[in-house]
């Protein structure tokens, strides 16, 4: 846990974000290599930062920018295979949490968790 790309100084004021460790479990288990996760990681700060630049008004707003983000994991899947992982039950589970968790830390409790991650390919 202890690379580069984790520590990297993040422009995000929400402290609830600022204090969430993304992809927890998947860090956790051998399966998932951490330079992946890493790139993992900062698709989610980048979707806070964009959700933070751009102030979504509604949820159709919010879900253009998390449908966005969820096309930058599935060109990931390509990177998790060669590195003999993938985004497979367990892994599906946990990014689809944490784009719930991101959607709740800026006031969107109500979105939908499929329609979050709808353009996803895993």
Same mark, same amino acid.
């Given at each position: 846990?202890?690379?580069?790309?984790?520590?990297?100084?993040?422009?995000?004021?929400?402290?609830?974000?600022?204090?969430?460790?993304?992809?927890?479990?998947?860090?956790?288990?051998?399966?998932?290599?951490? &330079?992946? =996760?890493?790139?993992? !990681? %900062?698709?989610?700060?980048?979707?806070?930062?964009?959700? /933070? @630049? $751009?102030?979504? #008004?509604?949820? &159709?707003r =919010?879900y253009?920018? !998390? %449908?966005?983000?969820?096309?930058?994991f599935?060109?990931? /899947? @390509? $990177?998790?295979? #060669?590195?003999?992982?993938?985004?497979?039950?367990?892994?599906?589970?946990?990014?689809?949490?944490?784009?719930?968790?991101? @959607?709740?830390?800026?006031?969107?409790?109500?979105?939908?968790?499929?329609?979050?991650?709808?353009?996803?390919?895993?």
């Amino acid at each position: 846990m202890a690379d580069s790309n984790r520590r990297r100084e993040w422009s995000i004021a929400n402290q609830q974000v600022n204090e969430h460790a993304f992809l927890e479990m998947m860090y956790e288990d051998p399966f998932f290599p951490n &330079h992946v =996760l890493d790139k993992g !990681t %900062q698709i989610l700060r980048r979707l806070c930062e964009r959700i /933070e @630049a $751009e102030q979504p #008004a509604d949820l &159709h707003r =919010l879900y253009e920018l !998390t %449908q966005r983000a969820t096309e930058e994991f599935n060109a990931l /899947e @390509a $990177e998790f295979e #060669a590195a003999g992982s993938g985004i497979e039950t367990t892994a599906r589970e946990e990014i689809c949490e944490e784009f719930c968790f991101v @959607a709740d830390a800026y006031g969107f409790e109500d979105a939908d968790p499929e329609e979050l991650t709808a353009t996803r390919e895993w």
